[in-house]
């Protein structure tokens, strides 16, 4: 059992209250799962030259500073970094591929959360009152955004297993399910060279979907295929640079509710992460039916 959350706001001028609607959301699915929590978030783009890349030490005591100076000795160009912790944001307008084969050979121990001109990632162990404390979730601001607490069942409980999952770009999954058939379609992208960071069920359906992306689908065309070959019950939760979507398996056991108004569209595991929104009593109120499109454009 896990919980979902996801917001998007309609005017421009509510993006700066986007972390601080969010963060009750999230608290509230604190009994569908504690033992880690997370969320991605999508701001303003950067330009075409340069990307974001959010990165995640076990080490609270990880010298940032010392990444930068060996960064910006090796890579030509702008850079700039972000971080608190053991959570940092780097934007550079270097390769993308050089900049990940570089973290890989010199921080084989840094995890690469995420990727892309808009998105940033934040997933830890912890309550979710915790690791929203321990980012300032209350503070960021942003279009849209997806957030997750877990509860682990098939994998284990550590910052790599914790959802939002990504692959390639401006791209993340939360889940709230399981899948039966995660193996099998390991074993289909695999031989394409798509490896994989985890054992856990989600990262295989997020790989599967950005996979079918990179071969040319949209995001409503890859869900479609999803249904074909994603097999077990799930309630999907996705973000890209200017959309938000969610699908439910064909039985729909797993729960969600949307709420829509002139402002936002919220999108919870239960109503209680909901009831705190501005003018929720007049909102529209509806449950997802299974196996149907919901997709949402900034």
């Known amino acids: 059992m896990c919980g979902i959350v996801g917001l998007l706001v309609k005017k421009p001028e509510l993006r700066k209250s986007l972390g601080e609607l969010m963060v009750p959301m999230l608290i509230g699915m604190s009994d569908r799962g504690s033992d ?3 969320l991605a978030i999508f701001t303003g783009l950067l330009d075409e030259s340069h990307r974001k890349y959010s990165l995640y030490s076990g080490d609270k005591e990880f010298n940032w500073s010392e990444l930068l100076y060996e960064f910006q000795s090796h890579f030509e160009g702008d850079t700039e970094i972000d971080s608190q912790g053991n959570h940092a944001i780097v934007i550079s307008n270097a390769d993308p591929n050089s900049v990940k084969q570089w973290l890989k050979h010199h921080y084989p121990h840094l995890y690469l959360l995420s990727t892309g001109r808009a998105i940033d990632l934040y997933k830890d162990t912890g ?10 979730f209350k503070s960021l601001k942003g279009s849209h955004l997806v957030g997750h607490t877990r509860m682990a069942t098939e994998s284990a409980v550590t910052a790599a297993h914790a959802h939002p999952f990504t692959a390639g770009e401006d791209f993340c999954l939360v889940h709230n399910g399981s899948l039966s058939n995660p193996h099998e379609i390991r074993r289909k992208l695999e031989p394409r060279g798509i490896q994989f960071e985890t054992d856990n069920d989600t990262e295989a359906a997020c790989r599967f979907l950005e996979w079918r992306m990179r071969e040319g689908d949209d995001l409503e065309n890859a869900l479609q295929r999803g249904f074909e070959e994603l097999d077990g019950f799930y309630t999907f939760l996705m973000g890209t640079v200017d959309k938000l979507a969610l699908v439910r398996d064909s039985f729909a056991c797993k729960p969600a509710i949307v709420a829509e108004t002139d402002d936002y569209v919220a999108i919870a595991s ?3 992460s909901l009831a ?3 003018d929720i009593n007049h909102a529209q109120l509806y449950e997802p039916a299974p196996e149907e499109l919901y997709v949402w454009t900034v």
């Open 276 to 278: 705190h929104l501005p």
């Open 270 to 272: 239960e109503f209680r």
């Open 36 to 38: 880690s929590a997370g």
């Open 127 to 136: 309550t979710p009152q915790q690791v929203s404390d321990r980012y300032h």
